[in-house]
């Protein structure tokens, strides 16, 4: 009785995780069982009211006054876990939503008629003409979200690990499915393939050289071994630092960057937003977790290698970022630079509540994440809409003049750009200034300084996208095409958030306020 009693206690502390589990073990038995013509509504149905369910249960969990004692044997569902949670979620959606056009495609989505196919062939040439499609696209989605769900909430190394594979199996898969170049699409999930083998490869070495120190893979029992292991303390050392190897990558810190302007050019733009925000929370939640509950005694060691790696990834993703002419390979080093802003906040491990609107390290970085991806996944569904001949214009050579041709497009445009840029009355400058706050408050004033420069020179190559689209003479060809109300949905929601939370921040800042309690263990 008291087994089964706990069992259930489990599935309801982690509630959100099973409902996008069996969301998508559902999906995957849809795609099994229904006939062809009946697979693309339904499970595009069955994947809003997944997200939508998890979501809300995430919502009601996070008000529980118990929720501190909600932990299972390998997952803390605590405040931060939650909050992060309902951004993977409410993003989830937006991305479902960019997989469902078809408008822009010309009536067929963005993916493949048949992944299996050579590029090129007479089978994938009937698949198209069959009108097949991948609907199983979303199931991949969704077992991708269960993983980075498990991957933040993780209080296990060895869970980490496994959900570090649930969510990045289904993106390799995802990354090569473009229906437009093909072959360009394929290398990109393959050099995403091998480089995360390679990264996943270290996370586990490190995994293993860490539980020869501390004896447990809990992150807690980790915590309290520091100094107290019979082994030295270069074993630790070690383990941490290829533990990070494993984390930054997915991140997308430098040196270990070099996927993403690749895989985001490559592979179909739904699921590059999707990669672009998603990927980075999961991320971002699972390195500051093992950086401040595992770790937190060890911070004097990390500190520094988290400060060095933060300047060097908003220096590459500014200075490289300038050379692009493509608009998603620049949105790809804008993404490195972003993941440095990111770092900054993490660098700093600030923890105090006093001074400034009580931001942390982590409600400062869970807030920097919601003005990213508010700005990010609406960019990315613009940038399907400038075509010629059927195809995404990329180039932004072919932008230029949009602001005459449609001047709605290039001004909504301009105001993500103006986001990213970290102007004032923006999301994202008020996502900068809780970073760049919570590092100071952290005592890390002089890396907010050195964050603040070099946002300053990443700063001119979003400007100049918008002196492109209204100051260069408009070529002939590319134009803005109409999207499906879907697409449109994920624009205006996108527009409304960066411009709310530009101006009126507060609420959103204090709903992460909680999120300190993620320095319990260590920080103290």
Request: charged share 10%; with cysteine; glycine share 10%.
């Amino acid at each position: 009785m008291n087994t089964s009693m706990d069992y259930a206690g489990l599935l309801t502390a982690i509630l959100p995780v099973v409902i996008v589990f069996a969301g998508a073990s559902l999906s995957l038995l849809a795609e099994a069982v229904l006939p062809r013509r009946a697979r693309w509504g339904t499970q595009l149905g069955l994947s809003l009211v997944v997200l939508a369910a998890a979501f809300a249960s995430s919502i009601a969990m996070y008000g529980s006054s118990s929720l501190a004692q909600d932990q299972t044997a390998m997952v803390m569902v605590d405040r931060p876990a939650l909050g992060l949670w309902m951004l993977l979620t409410v993003f989830g959606l937006l991305s479902i939503l960019l997989f469902a056009e078809r408008e822009v495609y010309g009536g067929v989505s963005a993916f493949t008629p048949s992944g299996a196919a050579i590029p090129g062939s007479l089978d994938e040439k009937a698949a198209g003409e069959a009108r097949h499609e991948h609907s199983e696209v979303f199931t991949l989605l969704l077992f991708s979200v269960t993983g980075m769900m498990l991957f933040l909430a993780a209080d296990d190394l060895m869970m980490m690990f496994v959900a570090l594979e649930i969510m990045s199996l289904p993106l390799y898969l995802l990354s090569g499915l473009a229906r437009r170049r093909r072959l360009l699409s394929q290398e990109a999930a393959l050099k995403y393939f091998l480089l995360g083998a390679l990264s996943s490869a270290f996370f586990l070495f490190g995994i293993a050289l860490v539980f020869a120190y501390a004896g447990s893979f809990q992150l807690a029992v980790i915590d309290a071994s520091i100094g107290q292991s019979s082994l030295s303390e270069g074993v630790l050392i070690s383990g941490v630092l290829m533990m990070l190897v494993g984390l930054l990558f997915k991140v997308g810190i430098v040196p270990f960057h070099s996927w993403v302007p690749d895989v985001y050019t490559g592979a179909p733009t739904p699921v590059t937003a999707f990669m672009a925000v998603c990927t980075k929370i999961a991320a971002v939640g699972g390195l500051m977790r093992v950086l401040y509950v595992a770790l937190g005694a060890e911070r004097w060691n990390w500190q520094p290698v988290v400060a060095v790696m933060a300047i060097l990834t908003m220096l590459v993703g500014a200075v490289v970022g300038l050379a692009q002419t493509d608009i998603k390979r620049l949105l790809a080093y804008s993404s490195i630079t972003h993941a440095g802003y990111i770092l900054v906040a993490v660098a700093g491990a600030a923890q105090a509540v006093n001074g400034i609107n009580g931001l942390t390290s982590v409600s400062a970085t869970s807030f920097y994440l919601l003005t990213y991806g508010v700005a990010t996944i609406p960019a990315f569904a613009m940038v399907t809409m400038v075509r010629d001949n059927g195809a995404e214009v990329t180039q932004l050579s072919g932008w230029a003049g949009l602001g005459r041709k449609n001047p709605v497009f290039a001004t909504v445009m301009a105001v993500f750009m103006l986001s990213f840029a970290g102007i004032p009355l923006t999301a994202g400058f008020m996502g900068k200034w809780a970073v760049f706050a919570s590092a100071f408050e952290g005592g890390w004033g002089w890396l907010s300084l050195v964050g603040v420069l070099l946002s300053l020179v990443a700063a001119v190559y979003y400007l100049r996208v918008i002196a492109v689209m209204f100051f260069r003479e408009p070529v002939e060809g590319p134009e803005v095409i109409d999207t499906s109300a879907a697409t449109l949905v994920v624009v205006v929601l996108g527009l409304v958030a960066t411009v709310v939370l530009g101006i009126v921040p507060g609420p959103a800042m204090g709903f992460f306020h909680n999120a300190s309690e993620f320095l319990r263990l260590g920080m103290m």
